[in-house]
């Protein structure tokens, strides 16, 4: 029964502090997020598995930067309007969605690399810069 107990404080004991070192790198990427855009009034944020989110909208265009515990950017992802996709992309939703219009419109920055993401019909569709299709999936870009 000891033996039970003991194993039962040690999960108990790592999941705390676990979860403490996960709050505290949580309020120092929000601490650098607050010195390095001091201009932004509203931002809301979010744990999302292993991601911190930020959510704000800057000149009317709503933002998400997502962040590791390290406090790195993983991504950044703006909505846009359809009209800012590239036109082979629009070809592509014209041949496979026909009837369907796009939900959302999203360009992504990973690194140096820029793509859409576009939600049409409970699908999201992975565009490159130049709107060449790179993989659809089931709606699991952030939100």
């Not at 404080?9 to 309020?27: D, G, L, R």
């Not at 607050?34 to 292993?50: E, F, T």
Request: glycine share 2%; charged share 20%; net charge positive.
């Amino acid at each position: 029964m000891r033996k039970y107990l003991c194993i039962g404080f040690a999960i108990i004991f790592t999941f705390k502090v676990n979860a403490q070192h996960y709050n505290e790198s949580s309020q120092e990427i929000v601490n650098q997020f607050k010195k390095d855009y001091p201009h932004l009034i509203k931002v809301d944020w979010l744990k999302k598995d292993s991601l911190l989110i930020a959510s704000y909208t800057e000149n009317n265009i709503p933002i998400k930067k997502a962040f590791n515990l390290m406090g790195n950017l993983i991504y950044t992802q703006l909505e846009i309007d359809e009209s800012f996709l590239p036109k082979s992309s629009y070809d592509y939703i014209a041949r496979f969605f026909k009837t369907d219009r796009i939900a959302k419109a999203y360009k992504i920055f990973i690194n140096s690399t820029i793509n859409y993401w576009v939600v049409v019909k409970e699908q999201n569709i992975c565009f490159d810069i130049d709107g060449n299709f790179i993989k659809a999936n089931s709606l699991s870009i952030p939100h």
